[in-house]
């Protein structure tokens, strides 16, 4: 439920950025989807390069998902307060 949740939020920031201007919408979905998917990559790799330094990979993963996902959403939070704040 979490993801549909988040998933649903981007599209309807991705559509407000869009507003009236629908002449280049198709472009703005297909670039932020472009985006996502290399921002995906790139973490991918990260977290496979910094696993190897790791001797117990479940403390990685563990300590990974807690510490490094909670502070990703933690600063998804304050930019998404931020703004709305300013709309």
Do not use: Q
Not at 44 to 62: A, H, P
């Amino acid at each position: 439920l979490p993801y549909f949740t988040h998933y649903c939020s981007g599209l309807a920031l991705i559509t407000e950025m869009i507003g009236k201007n629908t002449n280049t919408g198709g472009f703005v979905f297909g670039f932020m989807s472009l985006s996502e998917k290399v921002a995906n990559g790139l973490a991918i790799i990260l977290i496979e390069e910094l696993v190897e330094r790791y001797s117990d990979k479940g403390t990685f993963y563990r300590e990974f998902m807690s510490y490094g996902m909670g502070s990703l959403g933690m600063v998804a939070l304050v930019g998404l307060v931020v703004y709305w704040a300013r709309l």
